[in-house]
């Protein structure tokens, strides 16, 4: 596609639901990155894929957070059993190899009353 | 650990009236300073990308410029158009990814 596109932009879910967060990146980008951004902060790395392959997911803040990305395109950030701490936009990202550029998606915003 | 801190939190210009923003950084051996626009609501937008102290890089009404301890983004006569929340990020060459960023600079171009 055109652009990194995400859905749902907007999420709302009580507190102790699941939650799942889909990024189609741009076509033929091998690398994918997933951000959580705080209101007023900046964004703040949770985990990168090489193709279907997730090389580093340090940036997860619990074990509740689960990336995939199966068939290397499509990825889905699961959280399980949210709490009002997970509250906050979540960015996907997919880079060109060439320049390094990360191009972002417009985020998903998640609320957890 | 890398880090990276942008001042001011926030500033306010009249319309052509030129400013720089700061981004100082800590990172063990960089890769690459990257400068992103960001606008309500939406994701952040690239702008540009330093790789070593000395290099410049210019678009339309901003530079950029970088030193070993930090990196400034120069506003020359902003428009209302240029108001964003401007951040700055820094990839480390220890074999990581991911970018590390700041907490932004909110700028206001009132006219």
Do not use: M
Not at chain 1, 24 to 53: K, M, R
Not at chain 2, 20 to 48: A, H, I, M
Not at chain 2, 82 to 93: E, F, G
């Amino acid at each position: 596609g055109a652009g990194v596109s995400q859905s749902p932009r907007y999420k709302v879910a009580k507190r102790g639901q699941d939650v799942a967060l889909r990024c189609d990146p741009i076509s033929g980008h091998v690398s994918l990155f997933w951000y959580q951004q705080a209101l007023g902060q900046g964004p703040e790395f949770l985990t990168y894929f090489q193709n279907e392959a997730q090389l580093d997911k340090s940036g997860l803040p619990s074990d509740r957070f689960f990336a995939e990305r199966p068939e290397g395109s499509v990825s889905t950030l699961k959280i399980q059993r949210t709490q009002q701490e997970d509250s906050a936009v979540y960015l996907c990202a997919s880079k060109r190899v060439l320049t390094g550029e990360l191009f972002f998606g417009e985020g998903s915003r998640l609320t957890v009353l | 650990e890398d880090q990276v801190t942008q001042s001011p939190e926030a500033l306010r210009l009249q319309e052509g009236e030129s400013s720089s923003l700061n981004c100082s950084y800590t990172v063990s051996g960089l890769r690459g300073l990257f400068w992103y626009r960001q606008d309500p609501g939406k994701g952040p937008e690239f702008l540009f990308t330093l790789y070593s102290a000395g290099e410049e890089k210019e678009k339309e009404r901003l530079k950029a410029t970088l030193t070993k301890k930090e990196s400034f983004l120069h506003i020359t006569a902003p428009k209302p158009e240029d108001s964003a929340t401007y951040l700055c990020a820094v990839q480390a060459v220890q074999g990581a990814q991911k970018l590390v960023f700041g907490q932004g600079t909110r700028l206001t171009i009132n006219p």
